[in-house]
């Protein structure tokens, strides 16, 4: 029976997790608002909540998530041959993997992608070419246009040596990135559309247990009952 137990052990060790998860928290502070219909960039404009003020340097609370696992379903240079970038593009389906969401204070108003009854979020990352002078890797979470409103979070390289060929970072760190950045455009009580930029200022991973695929809790479990018969057999 001790062989059996040794097995399990082996098995749960060795079996892949479902997806290589990564998780971060980030703060951002609020960089420009422009009020569209006012063709101007004001110092402080109307929230989405009737009575709420966004201003600027307000802080911003957010996460997001994405699988460095993903395949790309799609990119640019099928299109146009020897380009100076390359953007591959990664499946928009909803997944716990694929989201974002922030709030910027002290106004509470809260962005929600990914989510039932939210816009999908989707993925980019932006390949380029190394020997071009000033090109760099970019990053990108975008949700698709959902009741007027955008949101984007980009995450610009240092160089365009970050990832190559349609890799994703396995992780992100300020400290491997050129400039990080929010938007968010929406529309405010009464009309009227409002472009919001923001920097990001940190940005912290969070630890996560990989949860093991569902082949092998099947047979975890399946161990778990021979070892149960065994007890059995020897007690009897």
């Given amino acids: 029976m001790k062989y ?19 998780v ?57 041959p020897n380009p100076d970038t390359n953007t591959y593009f990664y499946s928009s389906a909803p997944s716990p993997a694929n989201f974002f969401t922030f709030t910027i204070l002290p106004s509470g108003h809260t962005v929600r992608v990914g989510d039932a009854n939210a816009p999908v979020s989707s993925m980019s990352f932006t390949d380029g070419k190394p020997n071009i002078a000033n090109m760099t890797d970019v990053l990108s979470f975008r949700s698709e246009v959902f009741n007027g409103e955008s949101n984007s979070l980009n995450f610009t390289g240092s160089t365009a040596n970050w990832v190559s060929n349609g890799g994703l970072p396995g992780h992100l760190s300020m400290a491997d990135m050129g400039s990080a950045s929010l938007h968010h455009d929406y529309y405010k009580p009464g009309g009227g559309r409002i472009l919001l930029n923001a920097t990001i200022t940190s940005l912290n991973e969070i630890a996560i247990t990989p949860v093991p695929e569902p082949g092998t809790w099947a047979m975890l479990l399946a161990g778990l009952t021979i070892l149960g018969f065994s007890a059995r057999r020897k007690r009897n």
Avoid: H, M
């Fill in 24 to 80: 971060y928290e980030f703060t951002a502070s609020v960089s420009g608002l422009g009020d569209v219909r006012a063709l101007t960039w004001a110092q402080s404009v109307s929230g989405r909540q009737e009575g709420s003020v966004i201003s600027l340097g307000d802080r911003i609370v957010g996460r997001f998530a994405y699988d460095t696992t993903a395949k790309s379903t799609f990119n640019s240079g099928e299109w146009f």
């Fill in 4 to 22: 059996i137990a040794a097995a399990i052990t082996a098995l749960v060790l060795t079996v892949p997790a479902q997806a290589a998860l990564q």
